[in-house]
Structures are given as structure tokens and as C-alpha cells.
């Protein structure tokens, strides 16, 4: 069975930093692409960031680059986001998800889906 299963989340003034994690099992950790998505309250679910273990590529959306940094440990099927200068519009669930190699930032494009994590920023 595949499971994703996000931590890290809480609450933190703008400015400063979190580390999500997203722990995977149940598929070939390197088979797939790993993204990270938020949703805000009333808005739609977007891509944050996504990195393919198969080529090393990784996607950030243009709100978040130079701040968000994606990276993985394949040893412990794990992919983190760490989230510096964060702002309140930053403020939204983060989930996890898993797609074929290759995945963007597009939500059709992952198959599998954590349950999410809440960020809250602070003004």
C-alpha cells in the first residue's frame, strides 16, 4: 500500500523557517517523482516543488523560489522542503504526492497524496 505521511508543520512568525518532511513506503522510493503542494483556504491546490530522483531534476513555483529548497534521502525513503523566509501568504496545508518520473507541478499529474500538514505564518 502506498502511504505519504507529512510532518513538520506548526506555526511560526514570518520571517523565519520550517522543515517539512514527507516520509514514503509502499512503492520504489527512485521510481517516482516526489511534489510538494499547499492549499489555502478558499484557493486551489498548487505546486510548491517537485524533485524526480531518476534525474535529479526539481521545480519550484516562482513564489517560493530562492526561499523553499527541496531535497531527499533515499536511504530513508524521505523528501523535506525547508522553508525559509516564510510569509503569511505562505500560510496553507502542505501535502505530499507521488507521480511517475518526471512530475512538475501540475496536481493531475501525481497519483498518490499525503494527508497533509499545516503551516501557519504570523504577521
Known amino acids: 500500500e502506498v502511504q505519504l505521511v507529512e510532518s513538520g508543520g506548526g506555526l511560526v512568525q514570518a520571517g523565519g523557517s520550517l522543515r517539512l518532511s514527507c516520509a514514503a513506503s509502499?512503492?520504489?522510493?527512485?521510481?517516482?517523482?516526489i511534489g510538494w503542494f499547499r492549499q489555502a483556504p478558499g484557493k486551489e491546490r498548487e505546486g510548491v516543488s517537485s524533485?524526480?530522483?531518476?534525474?535529479?531534476?526539481?521545480y519550484y513555483a516562482n513564489s517560493v523560489k530562492g526561499r523553499f529548497a527541496i531535497s531527499s534521502d533515499n536511504a530513508k525513503n524521505t523528501v523535506y522542503l525547508q522553508m525559509n523566509s516564510l510569509k503569511p501568504e505562505d500560510t496553507a496545508v502542505y501535502y505530499c504526492a507521488a507521480s511517475p518520473p518526471g512530475g512538475g507541478l501540475w496536481v493531475d499529474e501525481y497519483d498518490y497524496w499525503g494527508q497533509g500538514t499545516q503551516v501557519t505564518v504570523s504577521s
Open positions: 524533485f524526480s530522483s531518476t534525474d535529479g531534476s526539481t
Open positions: 509502499g512503492f520504489t522510493f527512485g521510481d517516482y517523482a
